[in-house]
């Protein structure tokens, strides 16, 4: 049975080939634990749910579709400025808005096209 062609670390300006289904070479893994950790381990445990539970009550509609006239309940809390694990933040409620899935996530694929690494 043929095997599926492997594809390009997704690193910047790495042209190692990795298998398909892994996103980074073994020498840029390290640089990007965020594909490996879970959830949790990335702040978003139990007190994170609580508070997202709780902003989306005071803030139960989307905030882009709103600006476009839609009313669109709001499902996902964003982060305005990524805080790539800066736990200041992280919880700075200033940074947070709702948005409604769909937006959060044409919203999130924008910042993953072109992230910005800082080492």
Known sequence: ???KPKTPCQHPRCPELVPAG???CEKHKPLHPEEVRSAA???YGRAWQMARKKFLEAHPLCEECM???RYVR???????????GNAELFW???NLRALCHSC??????REDLHPKYEY
């Open 1 to 3: 049975m043929p095997t």
């Open 22 to 24: 892994t996103k980074y």
């Open 41 to 43: 381990a990335r702040g």
């Open 67 to 69: 600006k476009k006239g």
């Open 74 to 84: 709001a499902t996902d809390v964003d982060h305005v400025i990524a805080h790539r």
């Open 92 to 94: 700075d409620m200033s």
């Open 104 to 109: 959060h996530s044409k919203k999130t694929a």
